[in-house]
């Protein structure tokens, strides 16, 4: 019933589901909030739930048997494992695509051949299940030119090879089993230049409502150096000139696209479409498509969305979803992720976190908890690479970025490590 409060289930770490928490208890319609696993960040805001967020039939029977009115699912993994199609088929709306639709991140090759029938321009490309015959393309193809792994590899299965040595280690490296299952079949595609930028979209299947856009750094050092992360930090709105009207309409027509394309197939998308696009010179080129909200992308477009997220949420599921529903103003925001000294390799975990609450304490500061943990002696710790993300919103850009660094300042954890030129890009017209 319309109005009524619904108990919620998220599942996920991350600190894209610490944004999702927050922007969901800010909604009048959320009741009671769970979430499986959740991190060290999420204590306060809702129960942390032991159960394998992974296995359709353990999430669809505990939301059953807890009256759970909305299951969110923040991460790729459970939504490949086809866990949206278990909550539902359990008459639980759920938000996040069924297993089939999934296949838009889970394979690149699925991904490709919709875009290939929606006339969608993406790289070029050929896939391949051997690696004879893929070795010696690349051979003949020469480089520049980029490696995929085709299933899911946590961001890792991919090579931008600039010598044809790199390209043909990178083959090797897949199908050598470095990737696992993932790597079983190799996309090698045509590299693209130009700015990257995403873009996340909502839809139920049939309206697609566009977020802002945003920008994230995937390397790990100042200067774009290094080798690629999970994202180091990122803001939003991307600025005019780094993304035209035109480039932006052309990146919405493409996500409403695919989506028409996948029901026309048969397949509702329902959920969250992340566009990765690279603004070629022939205009923007689909990278990537994943099947669920960006990591830190999340960081920034939620803070800066007006929307009651559990009304959206259930619109997705239910098939009524409205472009009103969303509206945005005219603010900024950065975000700043503190990583474990070693990140993307290997790091230390444990270390004691302080300073959050004196980081809080600046005006529209908000730390999403990611690698966290409490310890048996009650402090807060670190657990992962990515620790914390800091996001500041303000009214201009400069003024976002010097208080997401101020904030940053405030936090300490022995290994604290981050890049210093988040943003930049914005600032150069
Ligand atoms: P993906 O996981 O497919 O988005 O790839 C991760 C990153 O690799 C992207 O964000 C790009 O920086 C880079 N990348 C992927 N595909 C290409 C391409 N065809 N040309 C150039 N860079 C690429
Ligand atoms: N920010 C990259 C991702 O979420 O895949």
């Known amino acids: 019933m319309a109005n009524e409060k619904v108990d919620i289930l998220l599942l996920g770490s991350g600190g894209r589901e610490h944004a999702l928490l ?27 739930v032991s159960l394998d967020e992974n296995s359709p039939t353990e999430v669809a029977a505990w939301a059953r048997d807890h009256g759970i009115g909305l299951v969110v699912i923040g991460p790729e993994a459970p939504l490949v494992a086809g866990v949206a ?34 006339g969608v321009p993406t790289a070029a490309y050929r896939s391949f299940t051997d690696e004879e015959p893929c070795l010696e393309y690349v051979e003949r193809v020469g480089a520049p030119i980029v490696i995929k792994a085709d299933g899911l590899a946590a961001g890792k299965g991919v090579i931008v090879a600039k010598t044809t040595e790199q390209a043909l280690e990178g083959v090797r490296e897949c199908f050598s089993g470095a990737f696992g299952e993932a790597g079983a079949t190799v996309v090698v595609e045509e590299m693209l230049d130009g700015p990257e930028c995403s873009l996340l979209a909502l839809t139920d299947g049939k309206t697609v409502v566009p977020l802002a856009t945003a920008q ?8 774009d150096l290094g080798p690629n992360t999970g994202g180091m930090g990122v803001y939003s709105p991307v600025p005019e000139h780094l993304v035209s009207a035109d480039e932006l309409a052309a990146m919405v027509d493409i996500e409403e696209r695919v989506v028409a394309e996948l029901a026309r197939e048969g397949i509702t ?10 603004l070629t010179a022939d205009g923007p080129k689909v990278l990537e498509f994943n099947a669920r909200f960006g990591d830190p992308e999340t960081q920034v477009v ?62 529209d500061v908000t730390v999403y908890h990611a690698g966290t943990a ?37 936090i300490e954890f022995e290994g604290k490590t981050l890049r210093t030129d988040i943003g930049m890009r914005a600032l150069r017209g």
């Open 302 to 363: 939620l803070p800066r969305m007006r929307a009651d997220l559990v009304e959206v949420f259930l619109a997705c599921d239910a098939g009524t979803l409205s472009a009103d529903m969303v509206s945005w103003g005219d603010d900024w925001a950065v975000d700043v992720v503190l990583t474990s000294a070693g990140y993307p390799g290997s790091y230390e975990k444990g270390k004691v976190i302080t300073g959050i609450e004196r980081a809080e304490q600046l005006p």
């Open 269 to 278: 998308y329902s959920g969250c479409l992340y566009g990765g696009f690279m």
């Open 22 to 48: 927050v922007k969901l208890a800010e909604s009048p319609r959320a009741g009671r909030l769970y979430v499986a696993p959740g991190n060290g960040g999420m204590n306060g805001l809702a129960e942390a």
């Open 85 to 118: 199609d278990a909550v539902r088929s359990a008459g639980i709306p759920c938000f996040g695509p069924n297993g089939n639709a999934a296949q838009m991140e889970g394979s690149k090759k699925f991904a490709k051949q919709v875009m290939s029938r929606a």
């Open 216 to 223: 994230d750094h995937k390397r790990a050092l100042d200067g």
């Open 374 to 410: 409490i310890n048996e002696r009650g402090e807060l710790v670190t657990a992962g690479g990515r620790v914390l993300g800091v996001t500041a919103v303000a009214p201009t850009f400069e003024e976002a970025r010097r208080r997401a660094y101020e904030a940053c300042d405030l």
